[in-house]
Every structure is written in structure tokens, then in C-alpha cells.
């Protein structure tokens, strides 16, 4: 693949997640992927071809915190077109908790696109514990601001609120 088309799927990948935090709907995000494509995710697990990945997407996006992002968009790219990937830091933003404070946690994401621009493998890697250690900042915010959800509520309870 040469790197203006590897540029394209990465483009295309990036309208895509931004179109499922508009319209909390995963769907279009799973249909990115080949049918036998994986998802590798550190804390959930490993997923295998695109209709296991789009329930679990699904559940991710349409659940707290994940209800609660409003973003994903890269730090950085790096393209490597011999290999057909891209690693790149994304950023994962939380809506305004009530006080205009930004809170978002990073990882670092590879994907990997078959010759064509098909997603077939992405890869996260992150810290969970940074990811908790901001949902709770987070929730605190928006609670002491009226906005944190009764899911939210229990969440900020569960993480030593």
C-alpha cells in the first residue's frame, strides 16, 4: 500500500470514530473491519472477526465511561506503509463536566489495513489505572457541578469516589 492510501484509510478510520461519538452508534465503526479482523484490546480482551467486535463496541460506546467521551482524536501518526499500519497516540476526551475542564486519558492504538484500506487488526495499549484515575476526576467534576449520571454516581462511589 503507498502512504496516500494508507493516509486515506487512516482518514476515513478517524471520520468514522468521530461519526460514532455524534451518534453513539458503533455499528458503522464495526463495519470498518474485515470480516475476520481482530481487535485486541488490553483489558477486555481479544475479539475475533467483525460481528463479535461491533456488540462489544456497542456496549463500550452506549456505556459509562465510554457514554461520556466525546472524542478521539490522534496526538500523533505515524505511518509506516511497508507494513500497512499506523501508530498513533489517541486521545480519549470526556464531555464538559460543568466547569470547561478538559479530561482525557491516551493510548497508543496500531492499526493495521489490508491492501485494499480495510481495517483487519487494531491494537490498544493503555494504562487502565490512568483511565480510572481520570473517570474518577472526572465524575468528581461533573458531580460537584449537577452532571454525573446515577451510573456515574455509582462509578465515582466504586472508584473511591
Same mark, same amino acid.
Given at each position: 500500500?503507498?502512504?496516500?492510501?494508507?493516509?486515506?484509510?487512516?482518514?476515513?478510520?478517524?471520520a468514522?470514530?468521530?461519526?460514532?461519538?455524534?451518534? $453513539?452508534?458503533?455499528?458503522?465503526?464495526a463495519?470498518?473491519? %474485515? @470480516?475476520d479482523?481482530?481487535?485486541?484490546?488490553?483489558?477486555?480482551g481479544?475479539?475475533?472477526?467483525?460481528?463479535?467486535?461491533?456488540? =462489544?463496541?456497542? %456496549? %463500550?460506546?452506549?456505556?459509562?465511561p465510554?457514554?461520556?467521551?466525546?472524542?478521539f482524536?490522534?496526538?500523533?501518526?505515524?505511518?509506516?506503509?511497508p507494513?500497512?499500519?499506523v501508530?498513533?497516540?489517541?486521545?480519549?476526551?470526556?464531555?464538559?463536566?460543568?466547569?470547561?475542564?478538559?479530561?482525557?486519558?491516551?493510548?497508543? %492504538?496500531i492499526?493495521?489495513?489490508?491492501? @485494499?484500506?480495510?481495517?483487519?487488526?487494531?491494537?490498544?495499549?493503555?494504562?487502565?489505572?490512568?483511565?480510572?484515575?481520570?473517570?474518577?476526576? =472526572?465524575?468528581?467534576?461533573?458531580?460537584?457541578?449537577?452532571?454525573?449520571?446515577?451510573?456515574? $454516581? $455509582?462509578?465515582?462511589?466504586?472508584?473511591?469516589?
Amino acid at each position: 500500500m503507498n502512504e496516500n492510501t494508507l493516509q486515506s484509510a487512516f482518514e476515513r478510520d478517524l471520520a468514522t470514530g468521530e461519526e460514532m461519538c455524534e451518534n $453513539k452508534d458503533g455499528s458503522a465503526f464495526a463495519d470498518m473491519f %474485515t @470480516e475476520d479482523a481482530t481487535y485486541s484490546e488490553h483489558a477486555y480482551g481479544e475479539f475475533t472477526g467483525r460481528e463479535e467486535i461491533r456488540p =462489544w463496541i456497542i %456496549t %463500550t460506546m452506549t456505556s459509562f465511561p465510554g457514554s461520556e467521551m466525546i472524542g478521539f482524536p490522534p496526538a500523533w501518526s505515524v505511518l509506516d506503509a511497508p507494513t500497512n499500519r499506523v501508530i498513533c497516540d489517541i486521545r480519549n476526551i470526556m464531555r464538559d463536566p460543568g466547569d470547561g475542564s478538559v479530561h482525557e486519558a491516551s493510548n497508543i %492504538t496500531i492499526l493495521t489495513f489490508d491492501d @485494499e484500506g480495510n481495517l483487519i487488526r487494531e491494537e490498544d495499549i493503555y494504562n487502565p489505572q490512568k483511565f480510572a484515575d481520570m473517570t474518577r476526576d =472526572w465524575c468528581r467534576v461533573a458531580d460537584a457541578h449537577g452532571n454525573l449520571s446515577e451510573i456515574g $454516581k $455509582k462509578m465515582l462511589a466504586a472508584l473511591g469516589g
